[in-house]
Structure formats: C-alpha cells, structure tokens
C-alpha cells in the first residue's frame, strides 16, 4: 500500500500541506542583482493601453543599455508583426545581453499536441530565447517549474531563467543537471520581494543610472488584465505576476536552492523500507517498544524528509510512508501477545532440547521470556570472548621483548610492559614511526639505534580478521646489543689475527733468515720459519673461514673456467719448483654461474695448493670442468697423484685443524673447513675420492643457461 500510494502520488494533498509550510525554511533570500521593470497600471496611464508600440520597447532597451544593466530579460511575447520591429532588433542588437521568450501553444495546430511559435526575426537574430510556460500542480498552485521544453521543437529550450543564469554565470545550472526536468520552487519569501519600478519611469529617466547599474533587470506585466497571475504555496496562496515568479526562479538558480523530487519508483522502494522495517522489529519487540518504534519511525520519516528538504534540497513526499506506518502498527498489535506467547514455547521448548550441550550451568531459575535466555547466552559468548582477550593480553604483556599492535593505519592500539620500558610515555594512538623517532638515533632498515646506544632489530608480521582480511601488523623489537658487541669482539679478534700476530711472525721469519739469523744452527732456523709460516697461515685460515660463514652472500655473473685457471696460474711456479705438472681440462667451453669471484678463487687455489703440497714430484695434477648429472649443472674437479688419505680421516675431512694421512702426516689447517664453507655458501655440492693411487676433490655447481643473461635481466 505505501509503494502504491507512492507511485501513483495517493497523498499529494497530505504531501503539498507539508511541503508548503516547510519551504519557507529552504527559501533564500532574495538576489540584489535582480530587479523588475513591470508594466504596471501607472505605466498604462502614463503611456497609454496595450499593447505599446515595439519603439516603446526599444527605447526602455536602450535606457537600460545606457544605465549599465548587465542583462535584460524580457517576459514579453514579441511573436506578431509590427512596422516598428526594425527599431527593437536595433536597440536589442546594442544591447549587452537580451533573452526573450517563446509561446508553446496547446493545442496546436493540425492535430498536433503543441505549436512552438518564435518570437519575431529581428528579436530571434539578436536575443537568446527561452520559454516561460508554467504548469501548476492538481490543486492549481504552481511548485514545479520545468527548466527545458521539447514539445513541438526539433531540440529542447531552456528555461528563461536559466538562460539569465548562464548568462550570469558563464555555465549551466546544477538543477538543470538532469536535462532540465521539473523541478520544485522555493520561493523567496513573499509578493513583492525584489524591487520594482515602473515601465514609464524608466523610459522618462526617473530611475537613476545606479538604481540599474550592474543588475539583472526582468522586464513584465503587473497590470491588471495585461499579465497573468498565478497562485502560490505562500501564505494565504497569494496570487503572484508572472514576472515575480520568474525573478524568484532566477534567485533560487543563482543561490543554488532548487528543489528536486525524489522520482516515483524510488519514492516507492523508500515508502517501503520503514514499513518493512517496522514490521520485521514486531517480531522481536514488546508491545511497549513497538509502540515506540512505530512512533520514533513516524518521527524519523517526517524529520527525514525534513533534512533533506532543508540540507540537501531534495523533497521526499512522506505521506505515503506515514500512512503504512499509521496502518502496520494496529495490523500487527492485534495478534502481538499471541505472537510473543508462541515464540517463547518455542524458544522454551529449544532450550530444553539443548540441555544436554556442553554450555556453562548458572545458578539462576531458568528463564520463561525468550529475551531474558537470549541475554543469558549472549553474557555466556561475552564471557568466554573477555576469557580469550584476557588471555591474549596477558601472554603479549609477559613477552620478554618488546610487542606493539597496531591497526591498518599503523596507529599502535596495544604495548606490552617491556615496549613500555623501552620506549617509555604513552604509545596507544600514535604512529608507530612516530614513537620510534623519539628514540632512533640512527637507522639502517630494520635495525635501529637508540639514543643511549642500544641496537634493537624490528620484525613485523601480519594481522588477519577471521575471513582474511587484513587488520594490522603485530611488532616485535628486540634488543641485540649484546649480539652486535659479540660480532664487535670477533672483528678485533680477527684484526687481531689477520695483523697482530702477522707482524711478529713475520719479524721472526726475516730475523732467522737473514744476517741476524746466521748464528743459529741451520736447521734450527729452519724450524723457527717453518713455524711462523704456519701460524701466519693458520691466521690467514681462520680470518678467512670466519669472514666466509659471515659475510653477507654478493654474487656476479661469472665464467667458471675463468676462476679454475686463474688458480692454477697463480700456483704454476709453485708446481714446477717441486717438478709437478698442472693439467687443464674442459676449460674452453663457456661455463656459467653466479658466484663470488674472491670467495670461489681462493677455494680453488687451496684445493691445488693441498695437492701440490702431497703430490710426488714428477706427477701431474689434473684440474677438469665437466658436465655434471643435471641439465644445468657443472662438475668441477682437481686429482692429484699422491698416496691419498686415511679412511679415518675421510670422514671428517672438512673439519677445522683435521690431519692428513700418508708417509707424511698432513699439517692440521682449516682450508678444506673454507672450501666446504664456500661450496655450501653457492649451494654447491663437494665430494673427495682418495685411495693409493691418489686424492680426487669433485664440487658440482649449479650454472647459468649456455648464453649468459644480459646486464637488465640478471
């Protein structure tokens, strides 16, 4: 019934009466830049009866024209011929901006709904032209103007009006958005609401020039039996000339205070909604609250459609609305106690069958209102939601290191006691970059330093609702001073190794080699040498190793036959001087890879300089690049000739200080321990083979397609 009544306007009365006594509240004040020029009864007296001679008006033109008028809107229908019309499309071609109207005549002629008739040629060569028809509503009251007309035209006229307001400003109205439909009028305030002067006392020069300077000038009939007149929603429904209505449209398009209607189909979905609304709320409330409601909704709909009448200037007839909610409350009050009776046995009989669930038992009577059991099982789901919060709260809060939650925005919403104590003040509510400025000293990406020369490292993960959707961040900060004093500690200790102990070795290898040397025994020097060497290798070892498993991993493109011959290369001598060969194998295919070049040489060059240490002068030491199993794999392998390694000392080859076997015993070092470093660090897989006929090292890398990548797609 409320979408019928809607649809079809069934309460227009009802509506227009509210309608009328609220849209004085939406009125603007009248426009000072509009001013009417009306043909009134003086005029008539002074100038004779209508209708004047077209150079009466061509000369109240040029007046208005002289006086500085910055637009002219003439409400008369020029659409006859006359001898003097030459002198009007002369003064209006003068003028700076004339607008005139056209007649839409109904019926028109030859069966046709409606004639357009224009305005004579030398008005419509020199002025914009625009139509003034008005309709007035069923009770015969105009409220709706129509701001463009087709009928009988090939393209839509706008408005006299709002011609006057592009002309004024340059563009069309907002109300005119929806291709100048009918919209509603608010009226300014009352009859005579703009200033007005005579027709005659313009044309004699009784106005002054600044009466008229600068304004909107609306020239049209006031007298009586020249003009029409039209009735009006204002008090008392007075009677108002066509030309004051039209400077009351004009001052509501320039404040920008029309009126749109809600259209008919919409109205009746949104007559539709409180009632339904209010009927659904029946089955859920008392016969108490539903009175309420039902009067709340009346008062809702009724200040609804005040707001967006007064605020948004659209106009949402209520009445259809008011008169569903009147009607659902006695329709629905009737069966409510028989309702509500049958739905707490249902609800009884529910939680009956339900007694055997695994829900907390309290000590209270059973409820007999289905209100009262669903408030018991909402305490129940309240409780056990505060039991999982409490639990949450208390394991972030005794977390040992500091915790922030934040939201989306990153705002923190809750700090442990340890985030407290580390950054102190109040924290719920600000940005989390905010709060660690105020104790960042210096930062380097997710490691930051305080202020009093704490480091502490920031990890974040992701916070997720139940569906997924993302909520916030969970912050950990962890302080690792003592981590980054422990790393401090091991680089002095490797300065220590790789320069301090270098020296005095290197001061005892120059003393018992050279001329301060030559009072020892020989092979006492000897001995003195051999042992500085080894320790400044052992030094050169473990800086090494130490720097390998530390460094951050930085590999490049490179060719692996490149690596394996610059090694070989740089121990050449070294092999002739003990009468040993150096063998290259499979080095003239382009092989690969991305690897450290530092890292990967000096790997290769300890695995050749073992060799050359254990291999029997007169042997050949094999260095060879094969395929390895895999499509993108390559073998890299270095064999010696010597007498190979204990089974005992296999097992552990890549241990740090393991000794080797054969006639001699190997020397403890930790070069294989920097080899296995260096393969692990390229994930690359090593593998020894040793046995009486010499010691085989075989690594396999993971290489790069056969041609390399170029620079922009490494």
């Known amino acids: 019934m409320a ?7 069934g309460t227009q009365r009802l509506d227009n009466q509210i309608y009328d006594r609220l849209i004085r509240w939406r009125a603007p004040a009248p426009d000072p830049r509009i001013e009417i020029v009306a043909m009134d009864d003086d005029s008539l007296k002074r100038l004779g009866a209508w209708p004047w001679r077209r150079d009466l008006h061509a000369k109240l033109i040029e007046r208005l024209s002289h006086a500085g008028a910055a637009l002219i809107a003439y409400d008369v229908l020029f659409i006859e011929p006359t001898p003097d019309d030459a002198a009007l499309g002369e003064a209006i071609a003068h003028a700076p901006a004339t ?22 040629p030398q008005v419509a060569a020199h002025a914009r032209i625009g139509h003034v028809n008005l309709a007035a509503d069923a009770d015969g009251l105009i409220r709706h103007i129509a701001l463009s007309e087709s009928a009988g035209v090939s393209a839509p006229v706008p408005h006299l009006m709002e011609l006057a307001y592009r002309q004024t400003t340059g563009h069309a109205s907002p109300a005119f958005a929806d291709g100048g439909a009918p919209t509603l009028l608010p009226y300014a305030s009352q009859t005579g609401a703009f200033p007005t002067v005579p027709f005659a006392s313009v044309l004699a020069g009784e106005v002054p020039d600044a ?62 909604l409180p009632v339904l609304a209010l009927m659904l709320g029946f089955w859920r409330w008392t016969p108490a609250m539903a009175l309420r409601c039902s009067l709340g909704a009346i008062l809702l709909v009724l200040g609804g459609s005040v707001a967006a009448l007064l605020l948004a200037g659209w ?37 009956a069958a339900e007694k055997d669930l695994a829900v907390p038992r309290r000590a209270r009577p059973l409820p007999s209102d289905v209100i009262e059991a669903q408030t018991a099982q909402l305490a129940s789901a309240i409780d056990r939601i505060r039991d999982i919060r409490r639990f949450a709260s208390d394991t972030i809060e ?3 290191d500091a915790v922030l939650v934040t939201g989306i925005d990153e705002r923190v919403t809750l700090a442990n006691a340890a985030a407290i104590a580390m950054m102190g003040g109040k924290m719920v509510g600000y940005r989390v970059e905010d709060i660690l400025a105020t104790i960042t000293a210096e930062r380097h990406e ?76 020989r092979d006492m020097a000897s001995r003195i040498a051999r042992h500085a060497r080894r320790t400044m290798s052992l030094a050169d070892g473990f800086v090494q190793l130490a720097r390998a498993q530390a460094a951050p991993f930085e590999p490049v493109e490179i060719m692996l036959a490149d690596m394996l011959i610059e090694a070989a290369d740089d121990l050449l001598p070294l092999a002739r001087e003990k009468g040993l060969t150096i063998a290259l194998e499979g080095t003239e295919e382009p092989v690969f890879l991305v690897a450290e070049p530092q890292m990967l040489l000096r790997a290769f060059t300890n695995l050749i300089d073992n060799a050359i240490k254990y291999s029997p002068a007169g042997t050949t030491i094999t260095c060879a690049i094969a395929p390895g199993p895999g499509p993108e794999e390559a073998e890299v392998s270095i064999r010696d000739q010597g007498e190979g390694m204990a089974e005992h000392v296999r097992r552990n080859l890549f241990g740090r200080f393991v000794a080797g076997g054969g006639k001699e015993k190997r020397s403890a070092g930790l070069g294989l321990a920097f080899v296995k470093t260096v393969m692990d660090r390229h994930s ?31």
């Open 3 to 9: 979408a019928a009544l809607a649809w079809t306007h």
């Open 684 to 714: 690359a897989a090593i593998a020894c083979d040793s046995g009486p006929h010499g010691t085989c090292f075989t690594m396999c890398f993971i290489t790069l397609p056969d041609e390399p990548l170029p620079p922009d797609e490494d």
């Open 211 to 272: 009466f008229l300077r600068g304004k909107i000038v609306l020239v049209g009939a006031t007298a009586t039996g020249i003009g029409d007149r039209y009735p009006t929603p204002l008090p008392g429904g007075a009677a108002m000339p066509g030309v004051e209505l039209q400077a009351h449209l004009l001052s509501a398009l320039l404040a920008g205070r029309m009126i749109h209607e809600v259209p008919p189909v919409w109205m009746a979905l949104l007559s539709v």
């Open 398 to 400: 005794h977390l040992p």
């Open 315 to 351: 106009w949402m007839p209520p009445g259809a609305m008011l008169a569903g909610l009147l009607l659902a409350y006695p329709l629905w009050g009737w069966r409510r106690l028989q309702a509500i009776s049958d739905y707490v046995d249902v609800e009884i009989a529910r939680f």
């Open 99 to 120: 607008i005139a109207p056209m007649l839409f005549q109904a019926p028109g002629s030859n069966g046709a709904s409606v004639d357009a008739v224009a305005p004579i």
């Open 446 to 521: 997710d490691e930051i330093t305080t202020g009093d020369g704490r480091r502490v490292v920031i990890a974040r993960a992701p916070l997720e609702h139940a569906n997924g959707q993302h909520s916030g961040w969970i912050l950990r900060l962890v302080d690792i001073t003592t981590i980054r004093e422990a790393e401090r500690t091991r680089e002095e200790v490797l300065q220590l190794l790789s320069h301090d102990m270098r020296s005095p070795q290197a001061s005892i290898i120059t003393m018992v080699e050279g001329p301060q040397g030559a009072d020892l025994p």
